[in-house]
T-cell receptor
């Protein structure tokens, strides 16, 4: 059984650029959630996808958007990057339950 | 606003000690409480507690949920240096698909 994987591991961008982060869910899981974790803080919910549809969104602006594909993998897109977007971005998959299994994350640095 | 608060924020103990980590919550429509261990990047699932399962144990780790007083504790006995990590508490909500996380407790075990 393959766990949750994310790519890339690290990313450096400049203000105003756009970024795409990728996540492959654990085998058998149909739900993917994205979280942003700033240094020294707990993860903050961005949004969730269930069977290719957005199924809940946190307090993040529309420049944060996502997709889920038929194989349940997912993308997080962030437009017009700001310095405060620097964080660890975590993807978690589940079988539509509260028990979510996390990937290793993508560390995004915005200069 | 849904809130999860963990205490202490940081704890340093000696190998072999017993530690108790605290998590209190104020949320609408509680459904579950989860504990995760975060060593470097990926939070690793430890326990989920619900109304039908208010006490869990796995080896040296155990957790209880007090739904009346709205808190949970995570106990670790006979601590080892490998227990050093950030421990995250999260709450799942009825009617919402997100987990609301606390800020975490950084536990350091000195040999």
């Amino acid at each position: 059984e393959t766990g949750v994987t994310q790519s890339p591991t690290h990313l450096i961008k400049t203000r105003g650029q756009q970024v795409t982060l990728r996540c492959s869910s654990q085998s058998g899981h149909n739900t993917v959630s994205w979280y942003q974790q700033a240094l020294g803080q707990g993860p903050q919910f961005i949004f969730q996808y269930y069977r290719e549809e957005e199924n809940g969104r946190g307090n993040f602006p529309p420049r944060f958007s996502g997709l889920q594909f038929p194989n349940y993998s997912s993308e997080l897109n962030v437009n017009a990057l700001e310095l405060d977007d620097s964080a660890l971005y975590l993807c978690a998959s589940s079988q539509f339950t509260d028990t979510q299994y996390f990937g290793p994350g993508t560390r995004l640095t915005v200069l | 606003e849904d809130k999860v608060v963990q205490s202490p924020l940081s704890l340093v103990v000696h190998e072999g000690d017993t530690v108790t980590l605290n998590c209190s919550y104020e949320v609408t429509n509680f459904r579950s409480l989860l504990w995760y261990k975060q060593e470097k990047k990926a939070p690793t699932f430890l326990f989920m507690l619900t109304s039908s399962g208010i006490e869990k144990k796995s080896g040296r780790l155990s957790s209880i949920l007090d739904k009346k007083e709205l808190f949970s504790i995570l106990n670790i006995t006979a601590t080892q240096t490998g227990d050093s990590a950030v421990y995250l508490c999260a709450v799942g909500l009825q009617g919402a698909q997100k987990l609301v996380f606390g800020q975490g407790t950084r536990l350091t075990i000195n040999p």
